[in-house]
């Protein structure tokens, strides 16, 4: 008995194996379809995004081609400025003998914006230096000298004197969308012109915190130390935006990078070439983003528009009539849905020239004529 339970289950054992290796090398002796990975349908665009090279690879050397030139490195140093209390003998006594303070040294990016040697930078970049050294791509250096400064975006305006000077061409930064490819140009840690590539992440980020004036450009093209006030730029190689700040946890790139617009350095570059300085307006409110809550406690249908908490005695604003608990949905034409738009809105008003605000209230809709001051540089809690 034991021997034939023995040679069936050897005859099972064998016949199983001859299954198993039928049903996967011929499955159609048994009438089965074989088995097939599944495959998940995709859309794929009918043509290249961006320029194609000759042997089948996306390439923007074009684009770095045209742009890098005008892109130049900014060496910055400050005079050592030594203890006045090292010469005094209880001084030493107590501390020892305080040698000379080194010399402060930066390193930053710019680009030439015209033919006359201006060079767009970041105002952090050049910050109470004394000596900045511009360094142009091909090698040529030069001493820079600052023509005028605009903390409130962050800019400086250089000159530099040197001939047959490489230009960027200034591109239309409003014309942006998520999405659109980007390089990045600049000086990285003091390594040399480097390119790198990305999208632009997002438009009008504003209350970051870095500027009183914020409608930056965020970008994931890898940003880095030494690349601020260099280029952003498409893939034709025009600016888009002048390279400003990253969010960093390790002060490196994390793909979080944040340029101001070219519209926004168009107007600074041409006013300080014009006047020497920015001007811009200045009515005397203290505003406040409009929530549902304000809304209901001043008696206003809820809806666009920045709510004024606080108004400066015999300001501008005072004098035109405006008063807490207005909410203001437009400045000269121009709709402001929030605290950004109201303070840029302003900002753009000509000192000394009546402009009109629609102004809402609990009883009604008007439109009152205000004019503007002479913005001066404010501290964070002052009316705008």
């Given at each position: 008995m034991k021997r034939l339970w023995l040679v069936f289950a050897q005859t099972v054992t064998v016949l199983l194996a001859a299954f198993f290796v039928v049903a996967t090398l011929k499955p159609e002796w048994l009438n089965r379809k074989p088995v097939v990975a599944s495959v998940v349908p995709v859309l794929e665009s009918n043509g290249p995004a961006i320029p194609f090279t000759g042997n089948g690879l996306q390439s923007f050397s074009a684009a770095a081609r045209l742009a890098s030139p005008a892109v130049v490195s900014i060496n910055t140093s400050k005079a050592a400025v030594n203890n006045p209390a090292a010469a005094d003998p209880w001084f030493r006594f107590f501390f020892g003998e305080q040698g000379p303070s080194q010399q402060q040294a930066g390193l930053g990016s710019g680009v030439i914006v015209s033919p006359a040697g201006y060079i767009l930078t970041n105002n952090h970049v050049i910050e109470e230096a004394d000596e900045i050294e511009v360094i142009l791509n091909d090698g040529?250096?030069?001493?820079?000298?600052?023509?005028?400064?605009?903390?409130?975006?962050?800019?400086?305006?250089?000159?530099?004197?040197?001939?047959?000077?490489?230009?960027?061409?200034?591109?239309?930064?409003?014309?942006?969308?998520?999405?659109?490819?980007?390089?990045?140009?600049?000086?990285?840690?003091?390594?040399?012109?480097?390119?790198?590539?990305?999208?632009?992440?997002?438009?009008g980020r504003t209350q970051l915190g870095i500027n009183t004036f914020e409608n930056f450009i965020q970008t994931d093209a890898a940003i880095n130390p030494g690349n601020s006030g260099g280029a952003l730029v498409d893939i034709q190689g025009r600016l888009m935006g002048i390279n400003t700040a990253i969010y960093s946890r390790s002060g490196g790139s994390m793909g979080i990078g944040f340029a101001i617009p070219t519209s926004t350095a168009r107007s600074v570059l041409e006013a300080i070439v014009r006047d020497g300085q920015v001007t811009r307006g200045w009515i005397g409110v203290e505003p406040q983003d409009l929530t549902p809550e304000l809304a209901e406690s001043f008696g206003i249908a809820n809806g666009q528009g920045v709510i004024i908490t606080g108004v400066l005695q015999n300001g501008p604003a005072a004098q035109a009539g405006i008063r807490p608990g207005d909410v203001i949905t437009q400045v000269a034409g121009r709709q402001v849905a929030n605290v950004a738009q109201l303070l840029t809105a302003v900002a753009a008003l000509k000192p000394g020239e009546a402009a009109s605000l629609a102004i809402t209230r609990r009883d009604g809709n008007t439109v009152l004529d205000v004019i503007p001051g002479r913005r001066t540089l404010p501290n964070q809690t002052q009316a705008r």
């Amino acid at each position: 008995m034991k021997r034939l339970w023995l040679v069936f289950a050897q005859t099972v054992t064998v016949l199983l194996a001859a299954f198993f290796v039928v049903a996967t090398l011929k499955p159609e002796w048994l009438n089965r379809k074989p088995v097939v990975a599944s495959v998940v349908p995709v859309l794929e665009s009918n043509g290249p995004a961006i320029p194609f090279t000759g042997n089948g690879l996306q390439s923007f050397s074009a684009a770095a081609r045209l742009a890098s030139p005008a892109v130049v490195s900014i060496n910055t140093s400050k005079a050592a400025v030594n203890n006045p209390a090292a010469a005094d003998p209880w001084f030493r006594f107590f501390f020892g003998e305080q040698g000379p303070s080194q010399q402060q040294a930066g390193l930053g990016s710019g680009v030439i914006v015209s033919p006359a040697g201006y060079i767009l930078t970041n105002n952090h970049v050049i910050e109470e230096a004394d000596e900045i050294e511009v360094i142009l791509n091909d090698g040529r250096k030069g001493v820079a000298k600052v023509i005028g400064t605009d903390p409130e975006t962050d800019l400086a305006i250089l000159k530099v004197e040197l001939g047959d000077l490489p230009v960027i061409t200034l591109g239309d930064s409003d014309s942006l969308a998520i999405g659109d490819l980007v390089l990045a140009i600049g000086n990285p840690f003091g390594v040399g012109q480097t390119v790198t590539s990305g999208i632009v992440s997002a438009l009008g980020r504003t209350q970051l915190g870095i500027n009183t004036f914020e409608n930056f450009i965020q970008t994931d093209a890898a940003i880095n130390p030494g690349n601020s006030g260099g280029a952003l730029v498409d893939i034709q190689g025009r600016l888009m935006g002048i390279n400003t700040a990253i969010y960093s946890r390790s002060g490196g790139s994390m793909g979080i990078g944040f340029a101001i617009p070219t519209s926004t350095a168009r107007s600074v570059l041409e006013a300080i070439v014009r006047d020497g300085q920015v001007t811009r307006g200045w009515i005397g409110v203290e505003p406040q983003d409009l929530t549902p809550e304000l809304a209901e406690s001043f008696g206003i249908a809820n809806g666009q528009g920045v709510i004024i908490t606080g108004v400066l005695q015999n300001g501008p604003a005072a004098q035109a009539g405006i008063r807490p608990g207005d909410v203001i949905t437009q400045v000269a034409g121009r709709q402001v849905a929030n605290v950004a738009q109201l303070l840029t809105a302003v900002a753009a008003l000509k000192p000394g020239e009546a402009a009109s605000l629609a102004i809402t209230r609990r009883d009604g809709n008007t439109v009152l004529d205000v004019i503007p001051g002479r913005r001066t540089l404010p501290n964070q809690t002052q009316a705008r």
